[in-house]
Nanobody
């Protein structure tokens, strides 16, 4: 059973930082890609950042230069370091993994950025 568990969300002031963690059952190196998505109230879920098993990463334009995705295969965890947060970053953040053509989602962690 593949499970992804997010943690690290919370309330932060604009300009602050948070680090989200996505812990996988089993090795993260098994996944083809692992990504972070977010969903703001009343909006569609959108891709924030993604990292492949060989370490290649890509970001949404809105977070480039502020967010960094990384994978620690020794810890079976994918991180999302979020800096210079603004109110538009508020939402539920979900970890997503693709393994052998199947898609897995975590339960999400809430990020709220206040002014």
């Amino acid at each position: 059973q593949v499970q992804l568990v997010e943690s690290g969300g919370g309330l932060v002031q604009a300009g602050g930082s948070l680090r989200l963690s996505c812990s996988a059952s089993g090795s993260t190196s098994r996944f083809n890609v692992i990504g972070w998505y977010r969903q703001a109230p009343g909006k569609q879920r959108e891709l924030v950042a993604i990292i492949s098993g060989d370490g290649m990463s890509n970001y949404a334009n809105s977070v480039k230069g502020r967010f960094t995705i990384s994978m620690d295969n020794a810890e079976n965890t994918v991180y999302l370091q979020m800096n210079r947060l603004n109110v538009e970053d508020t939402g539920a953040y979900y970890c997503n993994g693709i393994l052998e053509s199947r898609v897995y989602w975590g339960q999400g962690t809430q990020v709220t950025v206040s002014t």
